[in-house]
């Protein structure tokens, strides 16, 4: 195992990693996994994952569970990179469908790589707010290593995710509020309760699982990253993940210094990130009456902003916001046009891969990748009759 400790993102403070953490100790900021990727360089050659099995465990050395311990699997990563037939046919445009995942949502690469640590390092019953997928995704993980899972979710949440949970065994509570306030909730009773924490970003490794998106993007395209990446911003883990890998693979030896424009792409209804990033603010403040059919949006305050938005600024991104009818009729389109029922979370890359062209802020030409992060068959209630 290559892991080496624990680093606070804010004050760099190192904690250990072989019990369990939550947040810096010391300002509350979150933890990253840091690896000796020296000691990795010597053991893994980027040729050797080709022999590989495709889950995202072919990156083994790069993750933190113990070479002799079993991961908690469901068969999660490995998806298809689609080069687009003919939404945006002036662009090289690539659909990365995360769809394909256990769960239908990439939501199992952050949950698949967090129990799998939580289980090795003792945790047995795992609670978590969720805005839908997340909650899924741990009901199946959790069910898959024996522990108990305890999901906290709006109750408006779509009612597929909702099912999805029951029917995997978890214990699921519906609270009136936010995704912030369900947050909130698992806060106050985890000490009594004997909960671990695992809300994004609050605990080191689902950043750790989401972060294989950017080295299975890295071998999909020959080490070649992209000119952009439009990614559907809620917590922002995947973005903060990809980042994560691009100087892993960087320090690897794997890719050189050209990173991709990294693009948040946020709801009309609730949109942080744009409005912190147009403001020239380093954190984001709460956004108020946070409303959008996207569920995975929702999120009026993350934890990671000013991680998110010093990637935005760093890589010559931006932040663009979409409304939900515009992501409910692109998802119509892109369906009809690629042959993916996309989510509205998905649906919302491709409305904001429009107006980026449109106002030119993506060349004609370029090479741009969006995530489809979940399938359309969780959100029937978006889709008109
Ligand atoms: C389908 C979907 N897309 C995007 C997101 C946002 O993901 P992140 O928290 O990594 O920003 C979520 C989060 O719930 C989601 O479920
Ligand atoms: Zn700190």
């Known amino acids: ?148 899972a305890h999901i906290f979710m709006p109750r408006d949440t779509p009612r597929a995710n909702i099912i999805e949970c029951r029917e995997l065994g978890a214990h699921v509570t519906l609270i009136d509020g936010l995704i912030t306030d369900c947050g909130a909730e698992i806060a106050r009773r985890k000490t009594a309760e004997g909960w671990f ?15 294989t998106l950017g080295y299975e993007l890295a071998e999909q395209l020959d080490s070649q990253l992209p000119d952009v990446i439009l990614y559907p ?47 020239g603010d380093s954190t984001a403040a709460e956004f108020p009456d946070a409303h959008t059919c996207a569920s995975g949006l929702r999120v009026p305050k993350a934890i990671g902003d000013f991680l998110i938005l010093t990637i935005l600024r760093q890589s010559n991104g931006g932040a663009v916001a979409v409304d939900d009818d515009e992501m409910v009729r692109v998802a119509r389109e892109v369906g009809s046009s690629e042959g993916l029922f996309v989510s509205p979370e998905g649906s919302a890359c491709f409305a904001a891969l429009k107006s980026l062209c449109a106002t030119r802020k993506i060349a004609p030409h370029e090479r741009v990748v969006v995530f489809n992060t979940s399938s359309g068959i969780k959100y029937l209630d978006c889709c008109e009759p």
């Open 1 to 148: 195992m290559f892991l080496s400790h624990l680093e606070c993102t804010s004050c760099g403070l190192c904690h250990d990693w072989s019990h369990l953490q939550n947040l810096c100790t010391a300002c509350h900021r979150p933890l990253f996994a840091i690896y000796d990727l020296d000691a990795v360089g010597h053991s893994l050659k980027q040729e050797t994952l080709r022999t590989r099995e495709k889950s995202l465990w072919r990156y083994r050395e790069l993750l933190p569970l113990p070479a002799d311990v079993d991961p908690v699997s469901l068969g999660e990563g490995g998806t298809p990179l689609l080069r687009a037939k003919k939404f945006a046919d002036d662009v090289d445009l690539w659909i990365k469908d995360e769809s394909q995942n256990p769960t239908q949502s990439f939501k199992a690469r952050g949950m698949a790589v967090a129990v799998s640590m939580a289980k090795h390092l003792g945790a047995t019953k795992l609670a978590v707010p969720s805005a839908g997928n997340a909650g899924g995704a741990l009901a199946a993980y959790a069910a898959r290593a024996g522990l108990e």
């Open 197 to 211: 924490d695992m809300s994004t970003l609050k605990e080191p490794y689902r950043v750790e699982g989401k972060k």
């Open 233 to 279: 911003t809620g917590g922002g883990t995947g973005l903060i993940g990809m980042w994560k890998a691009f100087d892993e693979m960087e320090a690897l030896g794997w890719i050189g210094k050209k990173r991709p424009r990294m693009f948040s792409v946020q709801a009309t209804g609730c949109a942080p990130i744009v409005r912190a990033f147009e403001n």
